[in-house]
């Protein structure tokens, strides 16, 4: 099945740890010499209603993608938070 990238941007995605909806994709983490995805990026929403300040973006390793459907990307986070600690934090 092929998949373009501007069909991911609009798919939900969901930990299957917890079952929390982290978001959705804002750019893909792509190593240039070999093509390869290396990871997903989620901005998480920030300020009223998301509106008004970008949240911290958080990033999920290629490895951790359980599943690309057609209306849902699963993923397997056992721990957000400190997988990101210090990536992006601001």
């Known amino acids: 099945m092929l998949v373009k990238t501007s069909e991911l941007w609009i798919l939900d995605v969901i930990n299957t740890i917890d079952g929390q909806r ?3 994709i804002t750019d893909l983490d792509i190593d240039l010499a070999t093509g390869k995805i290396n990871a997903l990026i989620l901005s998480e929403p920030g ?22 459907g057609i209306d849902v990307i699963l993923v397997e986070m056992a721990s957000l938070r400190a997988h990101n600690r210090g990536r992006y934090d601001t």
């Open 47 to 68: 300020g009223f209603l998301g509106l008004f300040r970008r949240g911290r973006e958080v990033v999920i390793p290629w490895e951790k993608v359980m599943l690309i």
């Open 22 to 24: 982290l978001g959705n």
